[in-house]
Structures are given as C-alpha cells and as structure tokens.
C-alpha cells in the first residue's frame, strides 16, 4: 500500500516523527554517544533495581520477623492463662510450632521468664532489636539471612502488643526465613526488573529519537558540509527546542561560510585581473613618465603649463597601482615591535607626509620622553597615511590659507594605552563618507586619493592589538585616534 492515510500522517505530525521515518527506524552502527547513553541507562535500571529490591527485602524480613513474635505472644498469653504456667512437653511442642518459634521470653519490670523452653542450639543466635531505629541494619539484615551459615538462628526482641511487659522474646530459627525470603526476592527483581527494563529501554528509545537522531543528522550536515561546501544543505526539521535552534544556526552559519567562499573565489578572480591590469598600466606609467621627463626640455610656454598637472596626475596614477598592489597583499607581516620615542617619530612621518612650517605645518603637544610600543616601520606609515590625508585636504580647499593650515598631534596615556589624537583645521569629511571612510576605495577627496590609505592604517593599528577610529570631523576640521597598547 504506497502512501499514508490521513489518520497515519496526522499521529507522525503530533508525535513530531520525520517523514523520513523508515530511514530512522534502520538500525545504526553504535557510535560512542549512543554506547554511552546505553550504558548510563544499563547502570541507572541497575540502580533503581538496587533501590526497589533492597527496601523490599528489608520490609519482607521485618515483617516475617513480627508475624512469629505475635503468634508467640499469643502462645504465651494462651500458656499463662494455666495454673501455674504449667505446660506439658507436648504441648510446648505444638505451641512452639504454631508460632514457628523455638523459645519464648517475656521480660517484665527486669526480670526474665521463660515460657517456652528454648532446644540445645550448635551456634549462639543472632540477636534483632525491633524496638531500635537502625534503619542500615535491617537494609543488612536479609543479606545475612540470605548468606549466612545454615544452622543460624535468630533472637527477636520486640514490645509486647497484646499483654504487658517491657518486651517479648522469641527464638526462631533462619532456615525457613531463608528459604521464603529468597523466593519473595527473586519474584520481586523479576517483577522490578521488567518494569526497569522496560521503563530503561523506554527512556533510551525516546532519548535516541529525541537526540541521537537529531544529533546524528546534524553531524552529517556537517561532515557533507565539510567534504563539499557548495552541497545542497539538509531540510530542516520544523522544532522549537534547543535541538531546533542548533540546526537553524548551523544552517545558517553554513549559508554564510557559502556566501563567504563565492565572495572569496570572485574576488580571488578579480584580484588576478586587477594584477594583470595593474601590471600593464605601470608600464604605461613608466612609459608616459618617461615621456613627460622629455617634455620638459621643450621651450613650448604651453607644454611647461601643462606639465606639472600632467606630471601629477602620473603621480596619482602611480601612486594607486601601487596602493592596489599593496592591500591586494594576503596579509601584511606580523609587528616588530620595539620601544621609541614618540617625538622623532612623528617629525620624520611630517617630513614624508609633505608638511613644512611654511605650506601646512606641524604643531606638536607631546609629553616628554613619551614613547611607544610598536613597529616602527608600520607606525610610520600609519602616520603618514594620516598626515598626508590632512594635508590634501587643507591644501584642496581654497578658504584655507597655507599659512593657516595645521596638524596638530597630542598624547597621552590611558591606564596603559597610548593615545595619540590627529587633528586638522580642513575642510572636514563629508557626511556621506564618514560612516564608510574605513572602506576600501573611500575616499574623503573628490579629485585625490585611492582610498585605501584609511584602510590599511586600520588594520596595522588592529594587528598591534589597538584601533584607529574617526572622532569627530566637521568644517573646523578633523580628528582621527590612535589607540596602542603599551
């Protein structure tokens, strides 16, 4: 019969079975959480098989022990009720084997009396106080019942109940004891093994569907995960609880490690074509340089216009292949990191960055002897980076004065981190730009700059344990934080 009737397909919804429910009901080879769980519930049914036979066996004792007390009470009273207590030999036999006792003892007011007459015993009995709590002897009890020698007896001592006195005593022998009590405990770990077993095999059954299955399927999405990224992944199964939940962010996580690697391959493809195109375009560079080196010589008044803007927009040209070339890099070299003074630090980057005291000058606020802990090779260019920002940005717009432009560079120290505070008086960054200017191939400049010069600053100052961050920026200018750890 192919399909599910209605009715079948309703109880597998409510009791949350999946579709694929033959595949589930195959048999799986034992892997080391289902061996695990197995055995946790193997030692678990053994422990409550432990905790249910060993109270039982106790209460069986107990009781049997009382039974022959009260008919032995009720023989003494029978036995006192005669002249004199006087009791025939045959009698005392009968009595003696009603109650299955083999002596009777009442003790009254400290004295001891004697009714039934105790036999010649090989071995000195036992003696059992029911009148005593001792709740971990009467668990023991049995156990030495079970395993002690054969002709073990038992002396029992309990409150009267159907006559007065301090305490009635009987003398019973272990054997019959033995043999009733082994039959009560093997009928009772039959009975309770059953039920454990059953309950045991129960609960493994349900955690089995509840989280072997579950687990197994996720690890299989991880393993055909792992094996072939670009798989079709896995339908998720429609759950709420914390299985559910780690299905759901697995897939997708997995959807995002996919998209990561497509971003990856294409950009991979790209920065392959870009190399390509970047490595002719340098030599076009060179080429044209070349050619502007030999315009200079010419008496032309048109040509030597001309030239500075065309030498510097070779320049910028340059400057980008270069820039390109750079972040297109796997990764930049890990810090070497040393201690040097700050001051002589941020002069040569000056120097470099293209400031002067007469253009877009320097304007420092450093404490004495401040120094830093980092590469001085990658410090310096994240100095430049930012100077040189500053300084195209003054020069590039006209209500600035050379004369006015600055950049000012403080520091200071906070609990341990090095702060050093950038700040400018140009025109600000636009507004537009500001939330992306960390981006690759943002610039702040609409004529200059390849926009990667903020980008690569930040991740040097990353890779040194810190960060560059942009604090404010505005038409009174801009600042930028460096933050090292020291």
């Known amino acids: 019969m192919s399909g599910s009737s209605p009715a079948l397909t309703a109880i597998r919804k409510a009791l949350r079975v999946p579709d694929d429910w033959r595949e589930w009901m195959k048999p799986h080879a034992p892997d080391a959480l289902a061996a695990r769980l197995l055995m946790l519930t193997a030692v678990f049914t053994v422990a409550v098989e432990i905790m249910i036979v060993a109270p039982s066996a106790a209460g069986f004792h107990e009781r049997w022990l009382l039974d022959r007390l009260q008919s032995a009470e009720l023989a003494s009273v029978g036995v006192e009720a005669l002249p004199y207590s006087a009791v025939e030999d045959t009698t005392a036999e009968q009595l003696l084997a009603i109650g299955g006792v083999q002596a009777v003892v009442v003790g009254d007011q400290g004295v001891r009396r004697l009714l039934l007459q105790a036999p010649n015993l090989p071995r000195t009995p036992d003696l059992i106080d029911l009148r005593q709590s001792r709740p971990l002897a009467r668990l023991v009890d049995p156990w030495r019942t079970l395993f002690g020698h054969p002709d073990r007896s038992i002396r029992v001592q309990s409150r009267p109940r159907y006559r007065s006195g301090d305490f009635i005593e009987v003398l019973a022998p272990a054997q019959p004891l033995k043999v009733e009590l082994r039959a009560f405990m093997l009928n009772s770990l039959l009975t309770s093994l059953v039920i454990s077993l059953a309950a045991g095999g129960l609960l493994y059954l349900g955690l089995a569907f509840l989280v072997l299955q579950p687990l197994r399927r996720v690890t299989r999405s991880i393993e055909r995960f792992a094996a072939d990224p670009e798989s079709e992944a896995e339908p998720i199964r429609d759950r709420s609880d914390e299985i559910g939940r780690v299905e759901h962010e697995l897939a997708r996580m997995q959807e995002e490690v996919r998209q990561s690697l497509r971003s990856r391959a ?34 032309d008044p048109l040509v030597a216009k001309a030239l500075p803007r065309l030498e510097k927009a070779l320049g910028r040209a340059a400057a980008l292949s270069r820039n390109v070339l750079a972040y297109g890099k796997s990764e930049e070299p890990a810090p070497q990191k040393t201690r040097f003074a700050l001051t002589p630090a941020v002069v040569s980057a000056a120097e470099d960055a293209g400031l002067s005291p007469s253009e877009v000058r320097l304007v420092k606020s450093i404490p004495t002897r401040f120094n830093v802990f980092a590469d001085p090779d990658q410090f310096h260019r994240i100095l430049v980076n930012l100077m040189r920002n500053a300084r195209q940005a003054i020069e ?91």
């Open 266 to 299: 294409r950009l991979v493809a790209l920065g392959e074509a870009v190399a390509k195109i970047n490595h002719d375009l340098r030599n076009m560079l060179t080429s044209a340089q070349m050619a502007s080196e030999r315009l200079a010589s010419s008496p």
């Open 396 to 486: 590039s717009d006209p209500s600035i004065t050379r004369k006015r432009g600055e950049i000012r560079v403080t520091a200071s120290d906070d609990s341990g981190v090095r702060v050093i505070r950038l700040s400018d008086n140009g025109p600000g960054i636009p507004p537009r730009l500001a939330d992306r200017l960390f981006e690759p191939f943002v610039s702040g400049r609409e004529s200059d700059g390849t926009g990667l010069g903020l980008t690569i600053s930040r991740e040097l100052a990353a890779s040194h344990g810190g960060d560059l961050t942009l604090i404010e920026t505005g038409p009174s200018g801009t600042v930028f934080e460096l933050r090292l750890p020291n």
